[in-house]
């Protein structure tokens, strides 16, 4: 298994940008599937986008032409660039991992990764 340790969340009015960090520790294997999730008070952990080792990657449509996920091998790093925040994005914000291919995954399902990290939080205010 790998460790994951997110960062970056932090306080931001409307029309914002954060840029969202997940360090892995671990062999993170070969094919692979990562992906960023959120989770806001009282509703279910929902995925934000997810990428794979081949270098594709695909997001939800709330999160689509302003969510840009990728993965920096060099870091061990996994990034989420969010551009235009809305307080509707105000959420806990966890990374994940799967040695395995995103097609073979049900990718979008919390329940298929695990561990988690611990989160970073994003709070847009109006």
């Known amino acids: 298994q790998v460790h994951l340790e997110e960062s970056g969340g932090g306080s931001v009015q409307a029309g914002g940008s954060l840029r969202l960090a997940c360090t892995i520790q671990?062999?993170?294997?070969?094919?692979?599937?990562m992906a960023w999730f959120r989770q806001a008070p009282g509703k279910e952990r929902e995925v934000v986008a997810a990428?794979?080792?081949?270098?594709?990657?695909s997001a939800a449509s709330f999160a689509q032409g302003r969510f840009f996920i990728s993965w920096e091998n060099a870091e061990s790093t996994l990034y989420l660039e969010m551009n235009s925040l809305k307080p509707d994005d105000s959420a806990t914000y966890y990374c994940?991992?799967?040695?395995?291919?995103?097609?073979?995954?049900?990718?979008?399902?919390?329940?298929?990764?695990?561990?988690w990290g611990q989160g970073t939080q994003v709070t847009v205010s109006s």
């Open positions: 994940a991992h799967e040695p395995t291919r995103c097609i073979w995954l049900a990718y979008s399902s919390p329940r298929a990764y695990n561990p």
């Open positions: 671990g062999n993170i294997g070969s094919p692979w599937c």
């Open positions: 990428t794979e080792s081949d270098g594709s990657s």
